[in-house]
């Protein structure tokens, strides 16, 4: 009999219990359960019983997630567990080797038609160790109770940079660190979102052992449970990333922030909630947190980016988290100065007592760079777990003193005492437009205390007052150091193939007036041919370790760089901007020391920084000249997204090269493609981003994109459109033809490209959510229809993000230029506007981005309700990180739905719902809704809906339509996202309903249809 036969056999009792396993000889007896229910609107679990052992843990069977372990008592144990993000439609419970299992009946999500399906993994048949580098294969098996078709997706927990959708995962190679423990699991799901998780551990060698997990703080009441604040925390971006080394030519620094409003609740009209100030009497801070369901463990935490033990290198140490604050240290080649230095000894400019981090020395590599004299080291000294320092735009611009910046970005809480100490570290500035504290700046790797890795640490805020936290939550900094360079640019690849160079050296040296006589002229360049480097050149000892193999691809890319500027453009016409001799990193930036990065200097990034920083943006009178760096992802996607070749799984292949100079050929994409010359990474128009985007972005290890969207199957393409469009292309490369990406931001100036990254290649949720419950959503955020890259213009205003300042160039006194906001009559577009009719003021506005957005009915973050970009809630694992931030504000998974978590109970008591922004007689909740789960309306005379149902809209529309549909039968837009019981009917008529989750709400669930269409 399969497994799930036998747990739907019936019973009489109002909980099914089904013993399954056999206690191991010599074992104690398996436990008993003596009583299991479950409350579903709650979502609070209860199961008691009896054992002869001493400890009792409970789980999830369906999930395989722990839940809970205690010690018996008497023989006896009892678990109560409220909040659980999903329902566990069976339990497990363990005691010493043995377990029994036992299934909820009459439970509204696991009755018969619905339910999850039941998966295992049965190769290796439990946990695994292995040596580091070994490869294991794994299968498992997944059914479904209603027959239904099947996703399959494993997850190695960080182990391996892959993600096999099959039964099978053949020769898994478990490299991604030593001495560690992965969590392996493996997920079906069926088409209604319902899944099942087995899991195994695999240890990779010997994990070290560490300190006991460091004090958290004691968690506030907030949102619902809150009767007086309410804190709401979330990321500008889902996930943060950026190199895993910073010796070598590391690519990105390692900043990331958390942003949080908060609230005093209150009810409607004057006594709304109101948002706190930096002025007001509540102050911000943060501190390490861990979530007792987090599937890497219920003690991991991330409190400090110091490696373990404190102060020993990356390589050397138990646990690392980076090389970060590694000391600087001198590479063997001669200074600035040309003075020779000392290849390993310690960077310590003049004027400090200790040596160098990497940290500092990234930042130092500009100006002159004279570390022993006073005033020419432009760095900010950085120790360990030091937040980033944050760049200051304006002090560039007023002071022309160059590479400066603000305080110091905020440190993380184990600064005082690495892997002892969780302070709460204050929140650093504070956004006064709209209302939002931010903490900038925190310099976070993905690798907990335990050196376990987990890309989705929490951090605890809190608001204090007279200080007391009075209110907190839970929110995810995630992180990730999933660049993936090393597929292409390690010796051998496709992008570090020596013997392409090898042979150009020789005929540059063969070269003459009768043999090769266009290869004369570069004689003088030949050190700039390319000599790459293999991982055992940079460190024997640690060749294997990724860290290392990043490092020789960082330094290979280096030598292409200079290569593409120092040889093969050298001779271009018109000559390259950086002029005939080049421009170089190794020569010019790395000079004597072990690193510098792409985006410390030349290429900065928003939002790694502000656009507006100096070099981003060109003089008038300097455009067509090329004065300026490429911004770095425009550098990137341009670069990697407009060559030709083909690549092999293997990531060898071949690249398109002119026959002279070898230098890489670009695709012109103002002519449709020639099929006979193919792009080397292809986005095709119904393909998905394995092809292109994940070869560099995180996703195959980490999971970047894991919203509800994700889940729903949109990628990457579907908002973004692919590479070249991503670096300001005007067309799908793969449907037509456009204008090309600009070379370097001097092309134009920034008002004159055709298309900005970060701006135009960004959709808004309106471009595919119309706003309509009867019409579907769109999967293609853009119109493809002519090839050309539009997004669709927002069909309402119901799901669109709001208005922001138009941006344009401003020329400053000494002709340089810098980013302003278009104004007029000294109006430019302020926060929160919906409608581009501002008196005086018009025509300053243009659509903006989620991240930066403002809901019409409160002002609040659009991120606030919904989670960030790329991490929209729910994540479809209920047991996820991403999910603690919702479940402590409203109970539940999903997007913030519970009105009590901002409002005060009886808010909406006295029948108020309309005003505000959206007019007398206007729904004015979010996006125009209605109080959800209000007693007050809908209750035992019907409620307040009964007269608003009646109401029509701004432009005279039925109200209820957008959400419950035109035929009031309910559509997507009014699902509950839970169990809900309502109570309805007229005065001493009561009818109770309850409605399972998922339910679409619609007129009939109390009345008839006919009555819903009265006036």
Request: with cysteine; aromatic share 8%.
């Amino acid at each position: 009999m399969s497994l799930y036969k036998y747990l739907h056999t019936p019973l009489v009792a109002l909980s099914l219990l089904v013993f399954l396993g056999v206690a191991n000889a010599a074992t104690l007896p398996k436990p008993k359960i003596s009583k299991l229910s479950y409350d579903s609107v709650s979502n609070t679990l209860n199961v008691s019983g009896t054992t002869k052992a001493e400890k009792v843990s409970l789980y999830d069977a369906v999930a395989d997630q722990w839940l809970a372990e205690q010690a018996s008592v008497g023989g006896k144990f009892t678990f109560t567990i409220t909040h659980l993000p999903t329902t566990p439609c069976s339990i497990r419970v363990e005691a010493d080797g043995a377990s029994v299992i036992a299934e909820l009946a009459k439970v509204p999500a696991c009755l018969k038609g619905d339910l999850p399906p039941v998966c295992k993994i049965v190769s290796p048949t439990g946990d695994k160790q292995i040596n580091f580098g070994e490869k294991l294969s794994f299968l498992a098996t997944a059914t479904d109770p209603e027959k239904a078709a099947l996703y399959y997706e494993w997850d190695f927990g960080g182990g391996a940079a892959v993600r096999p959708t099959a039964l099978a995962a053949n020769d898994i190679k478990f490299a991604g660190g030593n001495n560690t423990t992965y969590k392996v699991s493996f997920t079906a799901t069926d088409l209604t979102g319902r899944r099942c998780t087995d899991r195994i551990t695999v240890t990779v060698g010997t994990p070290p052992a560490t300190p006991a997990k460091v004090p958290e703080q004691v968690i506030a009441k907030n949102g619902i449970d809150s009767d007086e604040y309410v804190v709401l925390p979330y990321t500008p971006f889902s996930m943060e990333f950026h190199d895993l080394s910073y010796f070598g030519m590391p690519q990105m620094y390692p900043i990331n922030w958390l942003n949080a409003v908060v609230l005093r609740k209150g009810s409607v009209g004057g006594d709304k909630p109101a948002f706190m100030t930096k002025t007001g009497n509540v102050k911000l801070q943060l501190s390490a947190a861990s979530n007792p369901y987090d599937p890497v463990g219920n003690d991991s935490i991330n409190s400090t980016s110091q490696n373990y033990p404190v102060g020993t290198v990356f390589l050397s140490s138990a646990v690392q988290k980076s090389d970060w604050f590694d000391p600087c240290v001198y590479n063997g080649e001669k200074d600035r100065n040309g003075v020779l230095t000392v290849k390993g000894k310690p960077v310590q400019p003049f004027g400090f007592s200790t040596p160098f981090t990497m940290a500092s020395c990234i930042f130092g590599v500009v100006n002159e760079f004279k570390p022993d004299v006073a005033n020419t080291w432009t760095a900010v000294d950085v120790k360990p777990d030091q937040g980033h320092p944050v760049y200051d735009s304006d002090f560039w611009f007023d002071t022309k003193q160059g590479y400066y910046k603000k305080a110091a970005g905020i440190a993380m809480p184990g600064i005082s005492k690495p892997y002892q100490a969780n302070d709460p570290q204050p929140f650093n500035d504070f956004d006064a437009e709209r209302s939002v504290f931010e903490a900038n700046g925190l310099a976070m790797f993905p690798t907990d205390d335990k050196g376990r890795h987990n890309p989705y640490p929490l951090m605890r805020v809190e608001a204090v007052s007279a200080g007391k936290a009075v209110a907190s939550a839970d929110a995810v900094v995630a992180i990730s150091t999933e660049f993936n360079c090393a597929d292409c640019h390690t010796k051998g690849k496709i992008a570090a193939d020596q013997t392409v160079y090898d042979k150009l050296k020789q005929d540059v040296e063969n070269s003459s007036a009768t043999v090769n006589p266009g290869l004369v002229k570069y004689k003088p360049k030949l050190e700039k041919i390319p000599k790459f480097v293999s991982p055992e050149e940079v460190d024997a000892a640690h060749k294997n370790e990724r860290a290392v193999i990043e490092q020789a691809a960082s330094i290979n890319m280096a030598e292409i760089h200079d290569f593409i500027y120092g040889f093969a453009r050298a001779f271009n016409d018109p000559v390259p901007w950086v002029g005939e001799e080049g421009l170089f990193i190794i020569d010019d930036y790395n000079k004597g020391i072990s690193a510098t990065a792409c985006g410390s200097y030349c290429h900065r990034s928003d939002p790694k920084v502000n656009q507006n920083w100096g070099p981003m943006t060109v003089a008038p009178d300097q455009i067509g000249f090329g004065t300026a760096c490429p911004e770095y992802a425009n550098s990137l996607h341009n670069t990697h997204g407009r060559m030709l070749g083909k690549l092999n799984a293997d990531f060898t292949g071949s690249i398109e090269r002119d026959e002279l100079s070898k230098a890489f050929k670009m695709a012109d994409l103002t002519k449709k493609l020639d099929p006979l010359h193919p792009l080397l990474l292809e986005a095709k128009d119904s393909g998905t981003p394995d092809a292109s985007c994940l070869l560099c972005h995180q996703g195959k290890q980490d999971k970047y994109q894991r919203d509800v969207m994700t889940a729903a199957g949109v990628n990457c393409i579907d908002c973004h459109g692919d590479i070249a469009v991503v670096a300001g292309g005007t067309a799908m490369a793969s449907r037509a033809a456009g204008e090309n990406p600009p070379d370097n931001n001097g092309t134009k100036s920034f008002e004159h490209l055709v298309r900005h990254n970060y701006r135009d290649s960004l959709p808004s949720c309106a471009s595919c959510h119309t706003g309509e419950g009867d019409e579907p959503v769109l999967r293609r955020s853009y119109d493809m229809t002519t090839g050309t890259f539009k997004n669709l213009v927002a069909k309402t205003e119901r799901f669109a993000e709001n208005l922001t300042p138009k941006l344009a160039d401003g020329v400053l006194d000494d002709n340089s230029s810098k980013l302003v906001e278009v104004a007029q009559n000294g109006q430019s577009c302020p926060p929160g506007t919906f409608s581009d009719g501002l008196t005086p003021g018009k025509h300053v506005c243009e659509r903006g981005l989620f991240k930066l957005s403002l809901d019409k009915h409160g002002l609040l973050p659009c991120a606030t309700c919904h989670g960030p970009t790329h991490a929209i809630w729910p994540n479809p694992d209920p047991y996820a990180n991403d999910n603690v931030t919702a479940i402590q504000l409203q109970g539940h998974t999903g997007t913030l739905l519970e009105c009590s978590a901002c409002h005060t109970a009886d808010a909406f008591k006295g029948g108020v719902v309309d005003g505000l922004r959206y007019g007398a007689g206007i729904l004015a909740g979010p996006h125009g809704m209605h109080p959800v789960n209000d007693p007050y309306w809908v209750n035992a005379d019907g409620g307040f809906h009964n007269q608003w149902a009646k109401k029509r809209g701004l432009d005279s529309e039925d109200q209820c339509a957008a959400c419950h549909g035109k035929d009031h039968k309910g559509t997507r837009l009014s699902k509950t996202p839970v169990d809900r019981i309502f109570t309805t009917g007229k005065t001493k008529k009561f009818k109770k309903v309850t409605v399972k989750a998922g339910t679409q709400i619609g007129c009939d669930l109390c009345h008839s249809l006919e009555q819903s269409f009265l006036k």
